[in-house]
């Protein structure tokens, strides 16, 4: 099972390298994740948008556009629909949003034409190497779904089960999050827990261990978990933090990136971008 970021990087290296089709492609940080991931063997790239801002971006980076396919697209909107076009011919294996808003790309992803839907729930994971834990987070749903309902929940619940399948955690242990570690009727983060844990049981939910209500202490520390009388084998060692809005979801990857300095699999700078390619690399070689 991977723990660490390194891991995943050498992971990936042995999976590789697919192909990336980056929508609206000049953007510096992506420019540099994808040119690093190129010179490991991860991946390679095609690079779809306005050209000549593609070639500006490159020059201040320092990366070699001779070494990546580039489609000129001008418009946003059409740049991301060809990388999404790319994706779902076959052509490129993974989608990467490059400087675009995400409703933009998200919704070429689900054109019906030449979009990527599957009829599941689309939903986001981030992935977090913890200073001080030997094991890998997964927190969703942080940036997709607002307000999602029980059924929506189980759908994310399954998204994530997957990516820490390709990461190597065959059953991996889910903390459903909420302000408190007791089903409470009014508050529905607790109830949604309970029916998410039953579902778990019934076996509606497979390839994963399902507890909560946990408030984050609970489903993290062991200390915190037996100080409040917690047995359970997911107290205390969550390996994927559910949370219940988008808010909560924010609220966490933030602190975890600002706070704990947490390397994490995201958007935010080019480490986490070329960390996020290394899991899209596995993910599209399950």
């Not at 050498?10 to 990336?20: F, L, S, T």
């Not at 779809?48 to 020059?59: L, P, Q, R, S």
């Amino acid at each position: 099972m991977i723990t660490a970021f390194d891991q995943i990087l050498k992971a990936a290296k042995e999976k590789g390298p697919k192909v990336i089709a980056v929508a609206v492609a000049q953007d510096i940080e992506v420019l540099s994740a994808i040119n690093s991931a190129k010179d490991l063997g991860i991946a390679d790239a095609i690079l779809v948008g306005d050209e000549n801002e593609i070639v500006t971006a490159a020059g201040k980076c320092g990366v070699e556009l001779a070494k990546f396919d580039v489609i000129h697209v001008p418009d946003k909107a059409e740049a991301c629909l060809k990388a999404v076009e790319l994706v779902s011919s076959g052509r490129a294996q993974l989608l990467m949003k490059g400087l675009v808003d995400t409703s933009v790309i998200l919704k070429a992803a689900l054109d019906e034409k030449v979009g990527l839907r599957t009829g599941n729930v689309l939903s986001h994971v981030a992935v977090f190497d913890v200073n001080g834990y030997n094991r890998l987070f997964y927190v969703t749903d942080a940036a997709m779904n607002l307000a999602p309902n029980l059924e929506q929940k189980k759908q994310i619940i399954e998204n994530v089960v997957q990516v820490a399948h390709a990461l190597g955690n065959e059953n991996p242990k889910v903390g459903v999050l909420a302000a408190v570690e007791k089903v409470n009727p009014k508050m529905q983060a607790t109830v949604d827990a309970a029916e998410l844990v039953a579902m778990n049981e019934r076996g509606e939910i497979k390839n994963c261990v399902i507890a909560g209500p946990f408030a984050l202490d609970n489903a993290i520390s062991v200390e915190a978990a037996k100080h409040k009388g917690m047995d359970h084998p997911v107290a205390g060692h969550a390996d994927i933090l559910m949370v219940p809005t988008i808010e909560a979801g924010n609220l966490l990857y933030k602190s975890m990136v600002f706070f704990a300095k947490a390397k994490n699999a995201r958007a935010d700078s080019d480490e986490a971008k070329l960390n996020s390619i290394a899991i899209g690399v596995l993910m599209a070689s399950k």
